[in-house]
């Protein structure tokens, strides 16, 4: 089974479903979107639309409310979509340990959504996320997803690696495998089993080839759709590993085993 792991809800929403078609992908784990810059047409309505995530990220717009109406348009489009999706709930940044409790009650378990993410916090935002970890491992341990690409410095993912290391049970993805940061990120998960590396965004093709040489069974394909192309983001996965095991395993038996799918 072709798997990616890692896309955002697309409008209309047959366009991803076509995508997912083209790239012979048989699921995506989907998640929530703020912003829908698929639906501009050129460099000014691009800029206005990600202004609205920005809006949201620096507090300018209620993040609550924001992700409530996101998690409702997740929750949709997989309703209507029954086979091709599962889902991650988003959650507000910074709550606290009750708060995550609630939360996670409320909007991730009641859809039936598999984890938690796109987390983005800021940079000197990590120790934050401690609430978040205790919330996941209490509530089963659920998978978060965390982006580490900026603004996130190497000294935020190694803090982030930490809480990894603290709660060994949370499963925890590098969200673009670092940035920048991916060469000190692969060698800083060696001794962390619980961590994973997300490929898309990938800041170079040699990361790539690196991340999954050193780790086959902790690596996930995926596309970042819309930012990216799922066929072009296969194709480069494709291009890079020789062995059919580990094709296998990258581009969708990874995450299903991580997923009990």
């Known amino acids: ?6 896309a955002h809800v697309m409008l209309p929403p047959d366009k991803q479903i076509k995508l997912m078609a083209e790239a012979k992908i048989d699921l995506t784990i989907l998640f ?27 507090g300018v717009k209620n993040p609550r409310d924001e992700r409530i109406r996101g998690i409702e348009e997740l929750a949709k489009v997989i309703k209507e979509n029954s086979g091709k999706y599962i889902g991650f709930g988003s959650i507000p940044f910074g709550l606290s340990y009750s708060e ?18 796109e987390l983005t916090p800021g940079s000197g935002q990590i120790s934050q ?3 978040l970890f205790r919330a996941s491992q209490e509530m089963g341990n659920l998978p978060l997803w965390v982006h580490t690409f900026f603004p996130l410095k190497l000294e ?5 690696l930490m809480l990894a290391r603290r709660y060994p049970t949370v499963p925890t993805i590098m969200g673009h495998m670092g940035g920048i940061h991916w060469l000190d990120t692969l060698k800083a998960i060696k ?22 040489r050193e780790f086959p069974e902790r690596t996930f394909f995926s596309s970042d759709a819309p930012y990216s192309s799922p066929f072009i983001a296969k194709m480069v996965i ?22 009990q799918l």
Do not use: C, Q
Request: proline share 3%.
């Open 32 to 58: 929530t979107t703020i912003v829908h810059p698929e639906t501009t047409t050129n460099i000014t309505a691009f800029e206005e639309e990600m202004n609205k995530l920005y809006d949201v990220l620096n």
């Open 129 to 131: 996320m401690d609430a």
């Open 1 to 6: 089974m072709i798997i990616d792991s890692h």
């Open 156 to 160: 935020d993912i190694k803090e982030l």
């Open 191 to 212: 001794e962390i089993p619980n961590a994973y590396l997300d490929l898309s965004a990938a800041y170079t093709t040699i990361a790539l080839s690196f991340a999954i």
């Open 100 to 117: 995550n409790l609630d939360w996670i009650e409320k909007y991730v378990i009641a859809n039936d959504f598999r984890g938690i993410g």
């Open 238 to 259: 494709e291009e890079l590993v020789t062995d059919p095991y580990v094709l296998e395993r990258v581009l969708g038996g990874n995450v299903a085993k991580f997923l």
